[in-house]
């Protein structure tokens, strides 16, 4: 199960090509990473090639990454700098809907939010005992954090029911849950929820945009042959731990 949700994330997040790695094709993960390959292409309809180059190193202290407890607008800044919209944003989060979140993610909701002695009232009551239960009280080191699934429903499935969860407030991560309440972005919540389609094609749209963001050329990084392990020949001496 760790494997799958591994190499769906891996594929999920790097695997989009543009013309710099053009000897790539489409089904390029088809017999390493089967599985991921299909569940993703469940989603895109279009044909789109895979094997984005892959850089050596993903360490959570040089990435920059938005944080779960971002407002709607400043997250959706990191998005805008590279290129796509806050429309693109909203269509991305849907990979919520497959994947795990360390406790550590969304703890401070569970209990005393924002010093209110209370869990986070946008997140529905029954789940966030639920995640209590799992999680604790306890801040522990990332790798030693329980996960959850973040999507409740249909958690191996990329889909449009991510859309459906954060609408019924059971969004874990707090980004999440304000896509739904914010209104920036609750309407396009609510078209994706009631239209698989829609969510298909902006998907697919999305990912293609952002597999054009900041790809690695010439010597840097490398083709994986296998989407969820460093090629042998090219393996760094000491590779760090891989991160979302
Ligand atoms: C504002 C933007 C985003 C924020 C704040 C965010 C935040 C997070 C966080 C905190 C986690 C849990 C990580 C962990 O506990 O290890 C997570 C997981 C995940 N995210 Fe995002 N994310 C964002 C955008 C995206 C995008 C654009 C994608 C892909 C298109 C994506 C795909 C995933 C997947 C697949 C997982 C599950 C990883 C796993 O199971 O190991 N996320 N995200």
């Known amino acids: 199960m760790d494997y799958l949700k591994i190499s769906i994330s891996m594929l999920i997040i790097s ?7 053009a000897q790539l094709r489409v089904g390029f993960y088809n017999s ?12 895109v309809l279009k044909s789109v090639p895979t094997g984005r180059r892959d850089g050596f190193v993903s360490d959570v202290f040089e990435v920059d ?18 290129g796509l919209t806050l429309n693109d944003m909203v269509a991305l989060m849907g990979a919520h809907s497959v994947g795990v979140a ?6 401070d909701r569970l209990s005393d939010f924002q010093g209110s ?7 529905n009551p029954a789940l966030a005992a639920r ?15 329980p996960t959850v699934n973040l ?7 990329l889909d449009n029911e991510f859309y459906h969860q954060v609408r019924s407030r059971n969004g874990i991560l707090q ?9 920036s972005t609750a309407s396009l919540v609510f078209r994706l929820a009631a239209n698989s389609s829609l969510f298909r094609q902006a998907f697919a749209a999305a990912m293609i945009k952002l597999g054009k963001v900041e790809v690695l050329v010439g010597k840097n990084g490398e083709v994986r042959k296998n989407c969820r392990v460093f090629n042998k020949s090219a393996r760094p001496k000491t590779p760090k731990r891989k991160t979302h």
């Open 65 to 82: 990454l938005p944080g779960p407890e971002l407002s709607i607008s400043d997250a959706a800044q990191f998005f805008v700098v590279k």
């Open 102 to 107: 360390h406790c550590g993610f969304f703890q």
């Open 151 to 157: 999507d409740q429903n249909t958690t191996l499935t």
């Open 117 to 123: 002695g209370k869990p986070d009232p946008t997140m």
């Open 15 to 21: 695997c989009l090509c543009n013309i710099s790695c």
């Open 131 to 145: 995640l209590s239960r799992t999680c604790g009280r306890q801040s522990r080191p990332l790798n030693k954090d």
């Open 32 to 43: 390493s990473c089967p599985r991921a390959e299909s569940i993703v292409r469940e989603v």
């Open 175 to 183: 980004i999440d849950q304000e896509l739904a309440l914010d209104k």
